[in-house]
């Protein structure tokens, strides 16, 4: 009888132990946005500061399982707020001049995956104030896991993570072809929707701002040490040849060149894209693009550039989905890729229908977990999605296929391309 006792006892204080509680600290500085208003109000390393103009901002945090969890915000100031999660409201008070615990309440999440908190401006004590500054949103709970933005900067953790479809090309592939389509829903200024990809560099549609929509080919500089960094066209990057209404531009760091096609691409429309990797007399690589013009109906020569690198062949194809905001890292983008085709010399074009789905290195710790890649069965493509904090997320690694296509029509007939 005392074994049976000394073991109950035992399992009572273990399953007391693992329900504790935790604390944990959710950063506003790498998880929270401004969804409404507060034009002038800043998120930075410390937090919420600035924020004298009324409007929302919005944090993100997931949780792995349902539970009822207490919240907290640690902030100073002197102003009333409204904070809503899960179709509840609560009122906050801010009336301190040092960063202090401000109780909130408690929440049921009857699910597991993204939990979203609006924070509301209401009223603030002095015309000209601000309606506080606010560091953490503060969760203690029992069971369920947080995941958030912690172990990266800011900036990057608001971005987002890049993602990738991964091809294995044909041995000594030349000629990389795919179509992609941004849906309307994924469509969002500052990010890139790269069609193809290779070891320094990529090809796609960009837009700046809705009235500012451009083709893009980009191609990295050979690793230089900062001070023998040098123009292309002395360099180690030098511009052979581009269309004449291409512009060409370089980073400031001469850290990579771009070549730009100002096009007024649509959401919702297919287009085209070719890229040959080749080696020039001397061994080097050269690197071309060239894009599908639908109204000129005729291939335009993005560029080519030589590379002085030993040429290794077309080693490492992808598409790439990528944004560059912190501000829009909440908004959810998306792109499609709807054929994959490969060339080598003297062969014959070969489908590709596979791709590893993977995202960039820093979010393997889980940071964030808003990430997809896929297959859209309604129209045989691979496709994309980041952003937006959406809860069925794909595991990095997972192989996509899709089924073989017909063969198009329309894929380019290169001897012609190559006198471009």
């Known amino acids: 009888m005392k074994k049976i006792v000394i073991l109950v006892c035992g399992l009572l204080l273990f399953g007391t132990a693992g329900a504790q509680q935790k604390t944990t600290f959710v950063s506003f500085s790498s998880n929270a946005y401004k969804t409404s208003g507060v034009s002038r109000m800043v998120i930075d390393e410390e937090g919420i500061e600035n924020w004298k103009i009324p409007g929302t901002i919005t944090l993100f945090f997931h949780i792995s399982q349902q539970e009822t969890i207490q919240l907290a915000l640690r902030a100073k100031g ?185 096009y007024n691409w649509q959401a919702g429309e297919t287009y085209r894209f070719l890229t040959r990797i080749y080696p020039d007399e001397s061994g080097h690589a050269i690197y071309s693009a060239y894009f599908y013009h639908p109204e000129k109906e005729k291939w335009v020569l993005m560029g080519s550039y030589l590379r002085l690198q030993a040429y290794t062949g077309y080693t490492y194809g992808f598409s790439m989905l990528k944004n560059t905001s912190p501000e829009l890292g909440y908004k959810p983008r998306e792109m499609q890729v709807n054929r994959v085709w490969a060339l080598a010399p003297e062969g014959e074009w070969e489908e590709v229908t596979q791709a590893v789905f993977a995202t960039d290195i820093p979010y393997l710790s889980k940071n964030r977990l808003d990430y997809k890649g896929g297959v859209n069965e309604a129209n045989n493509s691979l496709f994309l999605k980041g952003g937006g904090f959406f809860d069925d997320f794909t595991p990095e690694g997972t192989l996509l296929h899709r089924k073989p296509a017909e063969q198009p029509a329309s894929l380019p007939d290169v001897e012609v391309i190559k006198q471009l």
Request: charged fraction near 25%; include cysteine.
């Open 78 to 262: 002197h102003a009333q707020l409204k904070l809503q999660v899960e179709e509840q409201t609560f009122p906050v008070v801010l009336d301190s001049d040092e960063y202090t615990t401000v109780s909130i309440g408690s929440v049921k999440i009857a699910k597991a995956g993204y939990v979203r908190i609006d924070l509301h401006s209401t009223s603030k004590e002095i015309s000209g104030s601000t309606f506080g500054e606010i560091s953490d949103l503060i969760v203690t709970n029992r069971k369920g896991e947080l995941t958030f933005v912690k172990s990266l900067p800011a900036k990057s953790g608001r971005m987002g993570p890049s993602l990738f479809l991964n091809y294995q090309l044909p041995e000594r592939t030349e000629w990389f072809y795919s179509e992609i389509t941004v849906p309307q829903e994924g469509e969002r200024q500052a990010c890139y929707y790269a069609a193809n990809g290779f070891d320094c560099g990529y090809v796609g549609l960009y837009m700046s701002a809705p009235s500012r929509r451009v083709v893009m080919f980009n191609v990295w500089n050979p690793d230089q040490k900062p001070s023998e960094r040098v123009r292309s066209s002395k360099g180690n990057l030098r511009l052979l040849r581009k269309d004449g209404e291409v512009i060409q531009e370089a980073s400031l760091q001469q850290t990579e060149e771009s070549c730009k096609l100002p």
